[in-house]
């Protein structure tokens, strides 16, 4: 099981931050990512598979991945403020999580809440 990554560019720095943040908890667990996104987390030091970048397709693999159930969780940090070309696969991969009961989280105080639950299961 995987968890995937995903962040609007505006909220790039943001994903960062939260990486780094828990990069203790993360590096034990596998990542993959939206292309772009998916470089932001390298730089960070953790593994991640790289996926298409979400305009040409990303979000699409990553919807497949959840409806395949092969994701823990979606860590999806949209911007909210910022118009997206490719808005119709976002919602299509919000909808997908939905159908198939797959966690997502949409700002970082959502996935911290999510990834510290995910971190206590795994403990027990
Ligand atoms: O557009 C995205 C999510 O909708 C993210 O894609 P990138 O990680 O390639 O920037």
Redesign the pocket.
Known sequence: MKIAI????GKKPEMVSFLNKNKDKLKEISLV??????KYVENTGLNVEKLL???IG??AQIAALSAEKKLEMVLFFRDPLGK?P?EP??QMLMRICDVHNIPIATNPATAQLLIDAFWSKQME
């Open positions: 995903i962040a609007h560019d990512a939206t292309g772009t996104t998916g970048s979400g305009p990303g979000d997206h490719h696969d976002v």
